[in-house]
């Protein structure tokens, strides 16, 4: 296509633009006027867009345009509407109390729909995004619960952590029996295999119950209650039902005994205000294991 | 017998022609004939659809709109006069859907463009300003006289093109007007926006209905359907020889001579055609084309030419029909001396009406046999399933309770499987064991958090299916769902 000037097609009697491809020639067809005028319109219309609204990149800002107008101010303005919306239903949620919310249906629908998205946003990394849990982190979907289960008792619990190092904050904590030298390593699966049988599992061939039950007694009713019913003060968890947050085969109970356990549960005051709290644990309370 | 005419010496050499040409203005000339009154009579009724349904009542008791059509998008409902649909129900959307456009392929069928003639808002609105625009200043020649006269202009010109752009821009804005009362309760809505109280967004749409009913239907005219509709080449594809189309029976019309001329020479004996060269069809056609070209994609099939070409048949004294309804089969049968057949049920017919009668039955026995109960289970995805402390195993279901009744209700939920299943709500505190109840306030939806609970001893296989019973406590309609209870 190095032959640039036009002629006349033979065949349409048209004018070329005198383009030529292996014998082949483009017609002179120019596009409508009024598209040509739009399409010149669009590159004004860009240009102007450009020095209106905030477009080039700068090294470390971009320019701001002509009325500072900026996508993500008006996020912000939206949001702070959306948070003047909804602040009155909060208010209200706020005075209302735990057991008004349980109540009154709407309160209590609009406490799990606000509890929801906060609990997928703060406890979610822990507990799973519908609270399912995971190993060393409660399922708050059943009905097993270390620092008890009542709604009053949830709230107690995201407010304050456990050993979270708030004031407040629940303490307690499983001792490291082994690693502090308090039983020896026979004592520790003999206890282990002692804690399986109050829950109805199997225990190891030749396992001495007797000197279970008494090693348990020294050692571990303290905080774990008379027939290892759990303690909800201390945190300390029921050994006889079927959920195990640790894990119940030998090695995991051998583990806990001998290194002990102490998991946080960060306190969630100060960082959520109050109205949030209690949609948070109403939300929990009504996942299925409330009390 | 006529001579053999061939076809394609009759197609204009503008085939070869831009893909786009500026648009040369058509001036239609009034005419008067079957088709023109079956045009006026479709229009009628079209617009006076169109104008005056969303005034029309339809009692559906206290609380529940009393308008026969209502598209209610705030309560996300559609009102058709005993119909009432509910957004999961957008189904029946796409059935009208299908009904509608095999209706549109049965039609070509039959008979070409009637649609495009006859029915279509395109047509139906520019023909209404025709009407205007002729009442105004008068017919094609005058018209055109009046565009062409380099006079400067004079205050009765400018006068009269005032008046035509305040009737269209009325007719237009009266368009636009309706169109929002389909979305709000018409005489309220009316009040409000007289008294300037009405929402922002229905003075937007009058004004973008106003703008585009304006320019498609005062300038664009036969730009949009030559253009912009893709149906003219939808349609080209799917006709066939047996479609009815409005055809110039060149058979019969060539060789063109004058009136004066043919009957000279039919005196002599000799053969002439009956086209009198008077451009008539030409003049009524509001696409500006020349039927006597054969087929065209420019062609709305209106049938105006007919009338014209009829009217000038009747004068000149010869058989109407010279431009008429008709098919190539025909023609080149007459050419060969046969009858002229035609053939409505067809393949093609026969499958369309099919389709139609099986959508549309279908939709009609949903419709009469919906419910107005319903429920929609959701298995909780994030802990599937729990262990409780006694070894029980439990599911948990969001379910969403829909009453579509002019009532309240008190409904029962149960949820049956293989194993002893037991059920509880979330903050309802059953007074039966096992069958909560629950109630659901008249045309909405209850959302629901349901727990399933396996006895530890049942010892429930991975997975087994559940079905959810959903009783009206006070008319026994039930409501059922399935889903899966799963052992972790
Ligand atoms: S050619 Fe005849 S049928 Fe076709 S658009 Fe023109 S007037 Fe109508
Ligand atoms: S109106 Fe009829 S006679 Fe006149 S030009 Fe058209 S086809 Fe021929």
């Excluded at chain 1, 201390?234 to 894990?247: S, V």
Aim: charged letters at 20%; proline letters at 5%.
């Amino acid at each position: 296509m190095t032959d640039h000037h036009s002629d006349i097609d033979s065949v349409t009697g048209k004018s070329t633009t005198g383009h030529e491809w292996d014998g082949i020639k483009e017609l002179n067809t120019p596009l409508p006027r009024w598209w040509v005028i739009s399409f010149y319109l669009t590159i004004v219309w860009a240009i102007g867009y450009w020095i209106v609204y905030p477009a080039w990149p700068l090294i470390s800002s971009n320019t701001t345009g002509l009325f500072g107008y900026s996508s993500r101010a008006d996020v912000a303005v939206e949001l702070a509407n959306l948070e003047k919306i909804r602040g009155d239903k909060m208010a209200v949620l706020g005075a209302a109390s735990l057991a008004d919310i349980e109540k009154d249906p709407a309160l209590l629908a609009l406490a799990r729909a606000k509890g929801k998205t906060v609990f997928g946003d703060n406890c979610a990394p822990c507990h799973g995004s519908g609270g399912a849990g995971a190993k060393g982190f409660p399922n708050l979907n059943d009905d097993d619960w270390l620092w008890g289960g009542t709604l009053d008792q949830i709230m107690q619990t995201i407010q304050f952590g456990a050993r979270s190092g708030h004031a407040k904050a629940h303490e307690g904590q499983m001792l490291a029996f082994g690693k502090d030298g308090v039983l020896k390593g026979d004592e520790i699966v003999t206890v282990a295999n002692y804690v399986r049988s109050l829950s109805g599992l199997s225990t190891r061939k030749g396992f001495d119950a007797a000197k279970g039950e008494k090693i348990f007694a020294e050692n571990c009713v303290a905080c774990h209650g008379d027939g290892g019913k759990g303690n909800p003060e201390m945190g300390a968890p029921n050994l006889t039902d079927k959920i195990w947050l640790y894990g119940s085969d030998e090695a995991s109970l051998i583990e806990t005994i001998s290194l002990g356990r102490a998991g946080v549960m960060p306190a969630w005051e100060g960082r959520l205000d109050p109205a949030t709290i209690k949609a948070m644990a109403v939300y929990v309370h009504s996942l299925g294991g409330g009390k | 017998m006529n001579k053999t005419v061939n076809p394609n010496e009759l197609t204009s050499d503008d085939d070869n022609g831009p893909l786009y040409v500026a648009q040369k203005k058509v001036y239609p000339q009034s005419i008067s004939g079957t088709f023109r009154r079956i045009k006026w009579g479709l229009m009628a009724f079209c617009l006076g659809v169109y104008y005056f349904l969303p005034f029309v009542r339809w009692n559906r008791g206290l609380g529940a709109p009393s308008q026969a059509v209502l598209i209610d998008l705030p309560n996300s409902r559609f009102y058709f006069f005993f119909i009432e649909l509910w957004p999961q129900e957008v189904y029946y959307f796409t059935g009208l859907l299908i009904v509608a456009a095999v209706a549109l392929f049965l039609m070509n069928s039959i008979g070409g463009r009637i649609w495009c003639g006859y029915l279509c808002p395109q047509t139906v609105w520019t023909d209404l300003f025709y009407a205007v625009e002729r009442l105004v200043e008068g017919d094609r020649r005058e018209r055109m006289r009046k565009d062409k006269s380099s006079d400067p202009m004079k205050l009765e010109r400018i006068s009269e093109i005032v008046l035509k752009h305040s009737i269209w821009l009325l007719i237009a804005w009266w368009t636009g007007g309706a169109w929002v009362l389909y979305f709000n309760d018409a005489p309220t809505l009316v009040k409000e926006l007289v008294t300037f109280q009405a929402p922002m967004i229905a003075y937007i749409w009058i004004a973008i209905l106003t703008a585009t009913t304006y320019l498609l239907a005062g300038f664009m005219r036969e730009q949009v359907c030559t253009y912009m509709c893709p149906w003219p080449r939808i349609q080209a594809a799917l006709t066939d020889e047996w479609a009815l189309n409005v055809t110039y029976r060149y058979d019969r019309g060539e060789k063109r001579t004058s009136v004066k001329k043919a009957a000279e020479l039919r005196a002599l004996g000799e053969q002439v055609g009956d086209c009198v060269d008077c451009y008539q069809c030409v003049a009524v056609c509001p696409t500006g084309i020349d039927i006597r070209n054969g087929p065209q994609l420019e062609c709305i099939q209106c049938g105006l030419c007919i009338d014209a070409c009829d009217n000038v048949m009747t004068k000149i004294g010869r058989p109407k029909r010279l431009i008429g309804y008709d098919n190539d089969i025909n023609i080149q049968r007459r050419q060969e001396g046969k009858a002229p057949v035609y053939r409505i049920v067809r393949a093609r017919t026969v499958a369309y009406s099919a389709i139609i009668a099986a959508v549309g039955g279908i939709m009609i026995y949903t419709l009469a046999t919906r419910s107005l109960l319903d429920v929609n289970v959701l298995h909780d995805r994030n802990p599937v399933a729990v262990r409780l402390s006694d070894g029980s195993i439990r599911n948990a279901y969001t379910v969403r309770l829909l009453n579509k009744s002019g009532y309240d209700r008190v409904v029962a939920i149960d949820a049956n499987g293989p194993a002893n299943l037991t059920t509880h709500v979330v903050g309802i505190d059953s007074v039966t064991p096992d069958r909560p109840m629950i109630v659901i306030p008249r045309d909405s939806t209850s959302e629901l958090r349901l727990l399933v609970t396996a006895p530890a001893e049942s010892n429930p296989e991975k997975s087994i299916p559940v079905r959810f019973h959903v009783t009206d406590i006070g008319l026994g309609e039930v409501a059922t769902a399935t889903d899966n209870f799963v052992a972790p």
